[in-house]
């Protein structure tokens, strides 16, 4: 194992998109108890970078295997299918339609109701896209394929942040 | 200094040596220092058995200063030259300063950082702390006997880079090994939830004389999770007696006067505001006598006088756990600290805030350098059985400004660090071979809005092609929350030179000069000493490099064996032979810089083992 090892090689995981999240968050807590800067305070600057560097790397693994969308864009990207957002911007016209529909609900909600009512559809629609990533990538293995959906699921996730934005503005 | 020690994870490399470690919650009002002795946390009382010390210097026109209880007597008659709340200045320029004309001292502007003038000339907020922190140091020396092995010192978590330098610098002019910064509410959740071993998530409101955080964290089994935090670095106790202090002149129909009237003032109002804890009404005149002042405050008229500020408070609560994404009520305890959570209006808001009574078994003053003083202990290796883990977060966002700037966000906020984030840059024109880079920190869009921290200048990259370098610039923060800045050109794999220009702080040569005039020993007796130093440190070295070889002499080349083998000889040489610290001093760090790589890839070995031996055990 070393820095350049995957996530799921410095977590000890198979590398599938199911993952049991209370497991993941216990098996962080025993990595950063030995190789957290802390544990080596008495021993150096030399050791202390090395530990810095290595306590950096198992924070980063972690963040990316916590979020549903990182990890399946990870999985998508060590399958040889990266997400490349910025130049792949095509979508499936019926999904766009969707997206501008809940949009302009989002602008014209007035009341918390409205607002409880779209984040419902969205969490809903999260939901059935975070199904359709994992049958995907651990059942199907077909890559190209999960990486659109990871696409839409940026779509959908940048959606439930401007209905959480909103409900902030509410409060 | 590189030391070669490596031992197991927790474990001290000599169980016999205990190190004297300490926590010191350097506050804005007052100060306290705090030690592990027998297995408890106490806070260490000065000769007259008082913990508290307040952070006041003042500065006397012969040369001398009064650090603590003795400035504080001296304020009214002397305020020009006695320096409270410096804490507040730390790391800010002028313009940062709200109220600066309410301070009862003159605030000069100074590149780097706002400056006071005394009668012993202008002042860096660094030296005024560094006063208070010389002070505890020499208490814990006095009270532990012996010298201090290093001290955790505790910052507000929403202390940004610029104040937790200034913090450092402070420790260092002070002479005190800075074991760790950790951040006051994560300190005061150390000592309550060992004392009360408490499991699950827990919110600590700390309201100190001029700070405030809110943080909620995650307890299990030792480990103490930060999950956000927030809060308002110049929201305090302090900005209470202010409002109070400017009500009374209004309903007194009087006008702020002079130095020493306004520092009667606010000792008055912050005399009232305690009062107001425990009673519903005070006679003013019991507290400041000028004409006018003959009428009574309620409780009423404290709260509404100070209505904005606790609802300050409130709302950034509310932001804090919009950001851990958890309702109130999800909450199980809420622990109060700092003295300004005594006012009941504070208790009440958190009250209703979480739907449940704030925990208040601890005394709000003390628990910060408590779990300060444990964490100290833990880090010098005191407490091998201690395993204790402190994931904190960054408190606010760290950016670099881009084409007209804005921000681009580099790492968010409550990111647990450390945390190591990678960005690409690359030339606009042919040849280049310079970049220079805007790190601001902060949560909004516009540069302008956000808090500037340096600029860092890339040297020495190969000429090349427009568009065709691959620049890899790498933000580290570190479990002290600082920011470091790395980058290397990919295609060549040239290491670029950073120049750092800090938009705030001390400049190295600053602190060097102020070191410098801090020495107030006899000039032979600092040389002698600065020998024996030296030659302890070679020896210290010397040892260790050679455990080291012994273990894992086996990860060398020849060639590196060698020319490690021949710096342990030179400093052998050196140091019995020479009377020149400066001599032996350069000798031990060539060999610390010598065996900097065998350090590190000894370090490598030990965590790849404790991770491949962890998993086998879980497969």
């Known amino acids: 194992m070393n820095l350049q090892s995957t996530d799921f090689e410095l977590f000890g995981l198979p590398p599938r998109f199911a993952l049991d999240a209370g497991a993941l968050d216990v098996r962080w807590k025993e990595l950063q108890r030995q190789v957290h800067p802390d544990k080596f305070a008495a021993q150096g600057a030399a050791a202390q970078r090395v530990a810095m560097q290595w306590s950096a790397r198992i924070n980063e693994a972690y963040r990316r295997l916590k979020s549903p969308l990182q990890r399946a864009a990870y999985l998508c990207e060590l399958n040889g299918a990266p997400i490349d957002a910025e130049n792949n911007t095509a979508m499936p016209p019926a999904f766009l339609m969707q997206q501008m529909e809940l949009r302009e609900a989002l602008d014209d909600a007035a009341s918390a109701d409205d607002l409880e009512q779209i984040a419902s559809q969205s969490a809903s629609l999260q939901r059935d896209m975070l199904s359709k990533i994992e049958q995907q990538t651990d059942a199907e293995q077909a890559w190209p394929a999960a990486a659109q959906s990871v696409r839409a699921l940026m779509f959908l996730d940048r959606l439930a942040a401007d209905i959480d934005r909103r409900r902030d503005a509410l409060d | ?619």
């Open chain 2, 1 to 619: 200094m590189a030391l070669l020690q490596i031992s197991e994870p927790g474990q001290s490399p000599d169980p016999h040596q205990r190190r004297l470690a300490v926590g010191i919650d350097l506050g804005t009002t007052h100060s306290l220092v705090a030690a592990v002795r027998h297995g408890v946390a106490e806070c260490l009382p000065d000769a007259e058995g008082r913990v508290l010390l307040p952070s006041v210097v003042r500065y006397l026109p012969g040369g001398g200063r009064q650090i603590g209880w003795a400035a504080l007597e001296g304020a009214a008659q002397d305020a020009e030259n006695t320096i409270a709340s410096a804490k507040r200045l730390m790391g800010r320029g002028l313009a940062d300063v709200a109220h600066a004309g309410k301070l009862p001292y003159t605030l000069v502007d100074k590149p780097g950082m706002v400056a006071v003038r005394t009668v012993q000339g202008e002042k860096s907020p660094v030296e005024v702390s560094a006063e208070i922190l010389a002070t505890l140091r020499q208490r814990a020396e006095d009270s532990l006997g012996d010298d201090l092995y290093g001290a955790v010192i505790t910052v507000p978590a929403y202390f940004d880079d610029a104040q937790r330098q200034a913090t450092k610098d402070a420790a260092q002019l002070a002479g005190l090994n800075v074991l760790r910064l950790i951040n006051e509410p994560t300190a005061a959740a150390i000592a309550y939830g060992l004392d009360n071993a408490s499991e699950g998530i827990y919110a600590v409101f700390d309201l100190g004389g001029g700070t405030f955080d809110v943080s909620i964290l995650r307890l299990t089994q030792g480990v103490f999770e930060v999950i956000a935090t927030g809060g308002d670095s110049a929201l305090g106790g302090d900005d209470y007696d202010q409002a109070l202090a400017d009500w009374l002149l209004q309903r007194s129909g009087r006008t702020a006067g002079a130095a020493a009237e306004r520092a009667a003032l606010k000792t008055a109002a912050r005399a009232i505001k305690e009062a107001l804890s425990t009673t519903e009404s005070v006679a003013v005149g019991a507290f400041w006598e000028p004409a006018g002042a003959g009428f009574d405050v309620q409780r009423s008229d404290f709260e509404a006088a100070t209505a904005q500020l606790t609802g300050r408070c409130v709302a950034t609560v509310r932001q804090v756990l919009r950001d851990a994404r958890l309702r109130p009520d999800e909450v199980q305890g809420v622990v109060m600290v700092g003295g300004a959570t005594r006012m009941p209006q504070i208790r009440q808001a958190v009250a209703g805030l979480f739907g449940r009574e704030p925990l208040t078994n601890l005394n709000p003053d003390e628990v910060v350098a408590l779990g300060a003083a444990i964490s100290a202990n833990q880090l010098a290796g005191n407490d091998a059985a201690g395993d204790l883990l402190l994931l904190d977060v960054i408190p606010l966002s760290l950016g670099i400004e881009t084409m007209g700037g804005l921000v681009e966000r580099i790492v968010p906020r409550n990111q647990t660090i450390p945390t190591a984030m990678a960005q690409d840059f690359t030339t606009y024109k042919d040849g280049q071979t310079a970049l220079a880079l805007h790190v601001v920190q902060g949560e909004r869009d516009l540069v302008q809005d956000c808090r500037s921290l340096a600029r860092f200048e890339l040297r020495g990259i190969p000429p090349m092609a427009a568009g065709a370098a691959r620049i890899r610039v790498t933000f580290t923060v570190d479990a002290d929350g600082l920011l470091h800045v790395g980058a290397r050109e990919q295609i060549s794999g040239v290491e670029a030179q950073i120049d750092v220009k800090p938009s705030y702080g001390l400049a190295d040569d600053d602190i060097a000069r102020m070191l410098q005039e801090s020495f107030t020993t006899a000039e032979a007796d600092v040389a002698a000493r600065a020998l024996v130093e030296a030659r302890v440190e070679a020896d210290r070295m010397l040892l260790a490099t050679q455990s080291a070889l012994e273990a894992d002499g086996a990860l060398l080349a020849p060639q590196e064996r060698a020319d490690i083998d021949a710096l342990m000889l030179s400093l052998r040489a050196i140091a019995a032979n020479s009377e020149d610290a400066a001599a032996i001093e350069a000798a031990t760090k060539a060999l610390a810089q010598g065996t900097e790589a065998f350090a590190a890839a000894r370090m490598n070995a030990s965590i790849q083992k404790a991770l491949s031996g962890k998993n086998v055990s879980t497969l």
